[in-house]
């Protein structure tokens, strides 16, 4: 087993693509991923899934079966599912054997499946789901792109002309010294090949979300409490999750960010969604037992609280099997937007929450998981090593009590 090819398939989140012009979901993270299997001796095919940005989870996780049937076909090697964010959910219940997904495709290569890791995935929910379900948050993300939509219809002309103007706006930056910031890097990658096809990758992309939102509320605590509750992991499944940890907003942070207007609005973007996503309810947490417990103290030196967060999901809400890696990072650092240079280019960090996380950081997190599904494939079957679980959350141990008297 340890000379087959491994296939080893990454799933998007929320929002999900795989890429767009330039710009890729996993930024640098299939190169990163190889080279940690090549050190290990482990043969892999690396492949994503294009998946739906805000369709609903049995939607999405359709397309993931779908993806697996396709690699599945190409020979008999085993197959490995790496997850981030809502895709953790998405691969969960595309596993499932029991589940109904809305696919003509017939999978049966379940056997073939060793391994799950899921990367800052909300199996107990985000509030952040909950404020863009409610009847401000909804309809924001549906009227947003429709006006997308709308201004990248309105022909080739106009567009032109404010693509045009857009080029002069993102060099106007450079004029005053900010250079390498998100702008450029949004134009060199998005824009400054702009053209029918891209124009229609992009509608196409703004379409799915403004068409299908069903996934908002499926990502809220209880939708989750229901998909956790129908959702068994197959036996011979072995699950590992990397556990994320964003550093709460600071004004010192504000202070080093200067006059830069790009720095200064997307750090308050991040200490918004942070503060919101820290809103949520521990009962719907589950308490790590003692295996997972460990790794946590080790990263963070005490066990997150409920309020504790990567700025999107709950900390205590990724949990799920061993915790193979826990670090100071946010939501958009572990897939690699975490800023920097790489080679001859330069990325911009998208969600600039000053958690320190570096390539470093991003070496070992994609190490330590090349490391775990290494080490499961090596250890024999006869083993019978189980999934790490958790206790049970709060809200189950009160609705046990209610139902006993």
């Avoid at 998208?350 to 090349?370: M, Q, Y």
């Amino acid at each position: 087993m340890a000379f087959a090819m491994h296939h080893v398939v990454l799933i998007p989140g929320f929002f999900g693509f795989g890429a767009l012009g330039k710009f890729s979901y996993f930024a640098g993270v299939s190169e990163a991923l190889a080279a940690e299997f090549r050190r290990r001796g482990l043969p892999v095919d690396i492949v994503e899934v294009a998946t739906l940005p805000t369709a609903s989870i049995r939607h999405r996780a359709a397309q993931v079966l779908e993806t697996l049937a396709d690699v599945a076909r190409l020979d008999d090697g085993p197959l490995h599912l790496i997850a981030h964010s809502t895709g953790g959910l998405d691969a969960r219940l595309a596993i499932a054997p029991t589940a109904s997904l809305p696919t003509p495709v017939t999978f049966t290569s379940y056997d073939r499946i060793c391994t799950l890791v899921t990367i800052a995935t909300p199996h107990f929910g985000t509030p952040l789901a909950s404020f863009f379900s409610s009847a401000m948050g909804y309809p924001l993300l549906r009227v947003l792109a429709s006006l997308s939509i709308s201004a990248l219809e309105q022909g080739r002309l106009p567009l032109a002309a404010a693509i045009r103007l857009g080029k002069l706006v993102f060099r106007l930056d450079d004029w005053v010294g900010l250079s390498g910031t998100f702008a450029d890097e949004l134009y060199a990658n998005l824009l400054e090949d702009f053209s029918d096809d891209r124009r229609q990758e992009l509608i196409a992309f703004l379409e799915g979300v403004s068409r299908d939102q069903s996934l908002v509320f499926q990502l809220t605590s209880a939708g989750c409490d229901l998909l956790n509750a129908c959702t068994a992991d197959p036996a011979g499944v072995r699950y590992g999750c990397v556990v994320t940890r964003g550093r709460p907003a600071s004004m010192s942070t504000f202070v080093r960010n200067g006059a830069n207007p790009y720095a200064q609005y997307l750090y308050a973007l991040y200490a918004t969604l942070h503060r919101i996503a820290g809103f949520g309810n521990g009962r719907f947490f589950p308490k790590p037992v003692d295996a997972q417990r460990l790794p946590l103290e080790r990263a963070y030196g005490v066990v997150p609280s409920h309020r504790e967060s990567d700025g999107i999901v709950p900390t205590l809400s990724q949990i799920w099997g061993e915790v193979i890696h826990a670090t100071h990072a946010d939501h958009l650092d572990v897939i690699g937007h975490y800023g920097g240079r790489r080679g001859d280019r330069i990325d911009s960090d998208w969600l600039p929450s000053a958690s320190g996380f570096d390539a470093a950081a991003f070496t070992a997190l994609w190490g330590s998981i090349a490391e775990f599904v290494t080490r499961q494939v090596r250890s024999a079957p006869s083993a019978g090593v189980e999934n790490v679980g958790t206790e049970r959350t709060a809200l189950d141990v009160e609705e046990a009590s209610e139902r006993t008297g």
